[in-house]
């Protein structure tokens, strides 16, 4: 196991629709996370241009990141800061459910190596896209 930095940036536009990239991670699975956050949220991305990226070049296909793109996509569409000792866990379902990613243990353990304090991830009290959201400074 081993941790990632993710990347977002949210721009409005006055075009429509708005442009998406991603990258290291699958376009698609970007447009459904967005899709995901739109629900659980109650706004509309249409007009906006949406980057994602993973840093240091690395490409991911692992669902158990999707819960750190939805958190990094989140605190920039509410312009909130996420703390440098926050780590994220969990796979996001299209109904908004977040689930633990496989080997979540080893997950826990290694983010615990690198000095990540708050791990957070799927469990009781908080296992909706819109939890996890919720909590984030100022809320969206």
């Known amino acids: 196991a081993f941790l990632i930095q993710v990347e977002a940036l949210v721009g409005h536009k006055k075009l429509f629709p708005g ?10 699975r970007l ?7 739109e629900r659980a949220l109650g706004i509309s991305l249409e007009s906006t241009d949406v980057f994602l990226s ?32 926050f780590a ?3 796979e996001v379902s299209l109904s908004g459910d977040v ?12 983010a615990k190596a690198l000095g990540f304090s708050k ?3 799927a469990r009781e009290g908080s296992w909706r896209v819109k939890d996890f959201v919720s909590q ?5």
């Open 19 to 28: 442009r998406r990239a991603a990258l290291g991670v699958d376009p698609g």
């Open 31 to 37: 447009q459904v996370l967005l899709a995901v956050l």
């Open 54 to 85: 993973l840093v240091g070049g690395i490409k991911v296909r692992d669902p158990g990141i999707d819960l750190a793109l939805v958190m990094a996509l989140a605190s920039v569409i509410g312009e909130t800061g996420i703390p440098t000792d």
């Open 88 to 90: 994220y866990l969990g």
């Open 99 to 110: 689930l633990a990613p496989r080997d979540l243990e080893l997950r826990i353990r290694q």
């Open 119 to 121: 791990i957070h991830y």
């Open 136 to 140: 984030l400074k100022g809320g969206i």
